[in-house]
C-alpha cells in the first residue's frame, strides 16, 4: 500500500511517497485533517507559513495518536524572507506555532518573493535563508532541508556555497505540467522532486482524454494524477480536508503503461481558471 512507501533522502531520512498537502485548509479546520489523515494511515503532512494554519497542523498531529517520530510534517520558510537574521527567527517561530519540538523538512518556498515570482535577483538573499535552515539542520531543530518552486539556476546558487545541499525540491508537477528537465537535474544532484497539486489544483477533473485513460484502469482521474508523480519518482501532495478523498487519493496501487505516461506528461497546458491568480500558475 503506498502508505506505507517511502523514499530515502540523500541524508538517509525516509519520507512517505504519499502526503497531504494543506494549502487552503483554514486553521481552524487543519487539526481535524491531519487527525483524519492520521487514522486513514497518512504519515507525511506538509504545510507552510504561508498557508497560515502552522497552529492547526501541529495540534492535529500532537492529538494524533500517533507517535511523533513516526510522522513526517514539513513546513516552508515565507517566499519574502531573503536574509539571514529574519530566516533565524522564522524557523524559530513554525517551532514555536507548530509546537512539535523538530520539524522534519523545511523548504525555501520560493526562490523569489510572491510579488516578484521569477522576477528580480535575490540570489544572496536565498544564500543567507540557506546558511540559516543549515544551522538550523546541523542543531537539530530540522531533520532536512530544502526549497521549493526552485528552478536550475536557482539550485546552482545554493550549491555553489553550500555546506548542505538541498535535499528536496517542491516543485508544480502534474500531468500536462512536467518539467522533465528540472527533474533530471534534481536526480542528477540527489534531491528529491516532490509534486504538489498533483491534480492541477482540479483544473484537469473534467479533461475527457484524461478520463478515459483513468477508466483503463479502474481508477479516478486524481488517483490517476497522482500515481503519475508517483511513477516520475516523486513524492505527491495531494491536498483536501475532505476523509473520503484522502482514502481515494490513497488508492493508487496500480502501474500506468510507458504509453500512458507519455501521454500524460505531453498533454497541452491546463488553464487553471480562477487559480491564475496565484504566481506558480500565472504561467511565468
Known sequence: MILNETYTLSNDVTIPKLGLGTWFIEDGKAAQAVRDAVA????NIDTAQAYDNEHGVGAGVRTSGVARDELFVSTKLAAEIKDYDTAV????????????????LMLIHSPQP??????GDYAEGNRQAWRALEEAHKAGKIRAIGVSNFQ???????????????HVNQLLVHAGNTPAELIAYCE???ILVE?????????ILKNQ?????????????????????????AVSLPKTA????????AEVDFVISDEDMDALRDLPAQDYGEHREFPVYSGK
Not at 539550485?155 to 556555497?161: G, K, T, Y
Request: with cysteine; hydrophobic share 35%; aromatic share 8%.
Open 40 to 43: 486513514i494511515g497518512y504519515r
Open 89 to 104: 527567527a522564522a524557523i524559530d517561530g513554525s517551532l514555536k506555532t507548530l509546537g512539535l519540538g523538530h520539524i522534519d
Open 114 to 119: 510572491w510579488d516578484d515570482f521569477r522576477g
Open 152 to 166: 536550475q539556476q536557482d539550485l546552482e546558487n545554493i550549491l555553489s556555497s553550500c555546506t548542505v545541499a538541498p
Open 188 to 190: 542528477s544532484k540527489d
Open 195 to 203: 509534486a504538489y497539486s498533483p491534480i492541477a489544483h482540479g483544473a
Open 209 to 233: 482524454y484524461v478520463q478515459a485513460i483513468a477508466e483503463k484502469y479502474g481508477a479516478t482521474v486524481p488517483q490517476l494524477c497522482i500515481r503519475y508523480t508517483l511513477e516520475l519518482g
Open 242 to 249: 475532505n476523509p473520503e478523498h484522502m482514502r481515494s487519493n
